[in-house]
């Protein structure tokens, strides 16, 4: 099984941009709460290390989330699901790269603009850390 072209059903592609961003901001508001929660969990010394447990608990969220459902609590709401581009569910291996590359795109605000671009412009809409794995994100309508 293969995705839909992008040029054959634009529908499987179209508001994916505004999609991703919107499932981003919900998928922050969780890693927020959960970084709060492993916080008081650490008797606040993690607060010492801060912004390692956000990106600990960031990475693990998006792990899991992708790895078992193939889209995050914001790509659930926003109607995402995150395939391959032949068509195949990502396995947990990829889900942790995927993850990890995330995050680390996110500290270099450059490669961050990048992602940005690729997402507006490219085809299958898909950003850096998706180019990287050959993922994309698209509507649930697609076929499974």
Request: proline share 6%; hydrophobic share 55%.
């Amino acid at each position: 099984m293969t995705l839909p072209d992008p040029e054959l059903h634009p529908e499987f592609y179209r508001d994916v941009p505004i999609k991703r961003a919107l499932a981003w901001v919900v998928d922050l508001v969780v890693t927020l709460v959960l970084t709060l929660v492993g916080l008081a969990l650490t008797l606040f010394i993690g607060a010492f290390f801060l912004p390692v447990l956000f990106a600990m608990v960031s990475i693990g969220y998006r792990t899991v989330m992708l790895a078992r459902y193939g889209a995050t609590l914001g790509m659930m709401l926003t109607a995402l699901k995150w395939r391959q581009l032949d068509g195949r569910e990502p396995d947990a291996t990829a889900a942790l790269g995927y993850s990890a590359i995330h995050a680390a795109i996110w500290t270099i605000f450059p490669l961050q603009i990048a992602s940005i671009v690729m997402i507006l412009i490219s085809p299958y809409r898909q950003g850096l850390h998706d180019y990287l794995f050959g993922t994309t994100m698209l509507h649930t309508i697609a076929p499974d």
